[in-house]
């Protein structure tokens, strides 16, 4: 029983994963080709967070150089429209779930 519940709990988060993965791109199709200047307003603001976080403290010049490769302005887009993705897709299934209980 534990092994079915386990399946359930995995086949659900792969789902919501995969869900999540498309809603990215279609938000960034929907985006790109209705609000251009929204996203320009968003790079400025993303380009700003990127200054403020460019050179962390205590970092030696490896550390620096790794840490400027990676946290980009890309990255950090990247990471919030996921985590919006997310959201949306978590708010969702709490809605169907909510709406599909059996508790009466």
Do not use: C
């Amino acid at each position: 029983m534990f092994l079915f519940s386990l399946l359930g709990s995995l086949g659900r988060s792969s789902a919501k994963l995969v869900a999540s993965f498309v809603l990215v791109i279609v938000m960034m199709v929907l985006a790109f080709a209705f609000m251009p200047e929204a996203i320009r307003s968003a790079q400025d603001h993303i380009e700003g967070i990127n200054d403020m976080v460019r050179t962390p403290p205590l970092l030696d010049d490896q550390g620096l150089i790794l840490y400027r490769t990676l946290v980009n302005e890309n990255t950090i887009f990247g990471i919030l429209m996921t985590l919006i993705a997310r959201a949306i897709i978590e708010i969702v299934s709490w809605v169907f779930g909510q709406g599909f209980s059996n508790e009466d």
